[in-house]
């Protein structure tokens, strides 16, 4: 029972230090914490889309255009979200607020 309670606790602690980091952030860099994997996702969606879109002119193809562009927009607007997700926020979150802090300045400088 106590080892319930302990990992319980533990993990609202853990969750009110990751709140309490993005709230620290300014607020371009908590909407593109918050929204940056959806922005990710649809950048791929429409470069698929338009790769298909030439792939299928120059192959001549004329049947099926919905059919071919509905998994080339949805397969890698899932990937590149759900690889934003694990890679960037995961990390951004889990680094301490100094080292944060000292990547957004040194990103700045150049």
Known sequence: MENRTQSTIKED?????????????????????????VFVGLNAGFGSLIANS????????????????????????????????????SAWVLLPVSVQVSIMQQSAWD
Do not use: C, W
């Not at 919905?66 to 960037?88: D, K, R, W």
């Open 54 to 89: 030439l792939y299928r002119r120059i192959l001549h193809v004329t049947q099926a255009p919905l059919v071919s562009s509905l998994p080339m927009a949805m397969m890698p607007f899932l990937t590149a979200t759900m690889t934003y997700g694990g890679f960037v926020i």
């Open 13 to 37: 602690s853990i969750f009110d230090i990751i709140s309490r980091k993005i709230k620290q952030l300014p607020e371009p860099e908590r909407n593109l914490l918050q929204h940056g994997s």
